[in-house]
């Protein structure tokens, strides 16, 4: 373990947070991932089906650790559970990915219940997926100031497809990976400046590719952002290098999408920033 650390520091200058890891089904390969894309710590976003599998993970080296925890608001009894998730330990409230609407009723009690025991939300927000025909999640980001100004005790870390896409002004509904260069004046770009309890989570293709599209916009992006913003992996990798990545981008095929994604952000970046957006940002937002 300690080697680990050491090597973690070593690569990336410092220590790593990767703010969105899924449990795996054994313990230890969310460590073994992690350790071998060079980050230190991690937050297990929990859906409470997967409760065992982080337990367990956590169990083997509690310090590498912390939990979000995550269910389906609209069913009975989830609200309750996600409670005493948070009374058990749990650090905050994601990844929420739900066929719903993002200021649906029961949404909005989540909101309430993350304001009151002062945790933030991790939320997916995609509005249709083409490849799996599916309903969208989250949806109707694009109204989602109404909920930020509702909601201002509430902290709300933004992720995925339409969350990324509308840093652009141009963002089709069915976006998947938009590309090319980015029209200014996006929603996201507007409301992390606008919004005190909005934050960015970069992790998965579509934070990859938010970075990748257009170099120059993603400069100023994370130089306006840079307290705002934190990496994160979602990758499904084995190794941190990756071995067995199911990365959907062409360019990250056969890569490990958070390893990658901590590379983009070494080049955008001054070390101060990059230090920001992938350790302090983060271990002041969690208390870590
Ligand atoms: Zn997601
Ligand atoms: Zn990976």
């Known amino acids: 373990m300690g080697a680990g650390l050491a090597l973690g520091a070593q ?23 992690n350790d071998g894309m060079g980050a230190t710590k991690a937050v297990l976003l929990t859906n409470l089906r997967m409760a065992e599998q982080a337990k367990a993970e956590i169990a083997l080296r509690p310090d590498r650790f912390i939990w979000f925890a995550s269910a389906d608001p609209s069913q009975p009894g989830n609200m309750e ?8 330990g749990a650090r905050g409230i994601g990844e929420m990915k739900n066929h719903t609407a993002a200021d649906a009723k029961d949404m909005r009690r989540l909101y309430d219940l993350c304001a009151e025991r002062k945790v933030p939300v991790l939320i997916h927000f995609q509005e249709t997926s083409p490849f799996t025909k599916e309903e969208g999640w989250n949806t109707g980001f694009a109204q989602f100031d109404k909920v930020l100004k509702a909601h201002k005790k509430t902290t709300f870390i933004g992720h995925a497809n339409f969350f990324w896409a509308s840093i652009s002004t141009d963002v089709a509904r069915e976006a998947e990976y ?11 770009d507007r409301w992390l400046s606008e919004y005190p309890n909005l934050y960015g ?4 293709n ?31 990798c084995r190794d941190g290098r990756g071995a067995g990545s199911g990365a959907l981008l062409p360019r990250l095929k056969n890569k490990c999408v958070g390893r990658d ?28």
């Open 206 to 236: 579509s934070g990859n590719n938010a970075l990748s599209r257009d170099a120059e916009f993603a400069r100023e992006f994370i130089k306006r952002h840079q307290n705002k913003l934190m990496f994160g992996s979602d990758c499904s």
């Open 11 to 33: 690569e990336w200058g410092g220590p790593v947070v990767d703010i969105h890891l899924h449990p795996k089904q054994t313990a230890g390969a969310g460590f073994a991932h």
């Open 201 to 204: 989570d970069m992790s998965a």
């Open 261 to 288: 994604t901590l590379g983009l952000l070494k080049e955008l970046t001054t070390p101060d920033v990059f230090r920001k957006v992938t350790w302090t940002n983060a271990a002041k937002l969690l208390a870590l």
């Open 178 to 188: 938009p590309t090319g260069p980015v029209k200014k004046g996006g929603v996201t």
């Open 81 to 88: 559970a996600l409670g005493k998730a948070l009374d058990g």
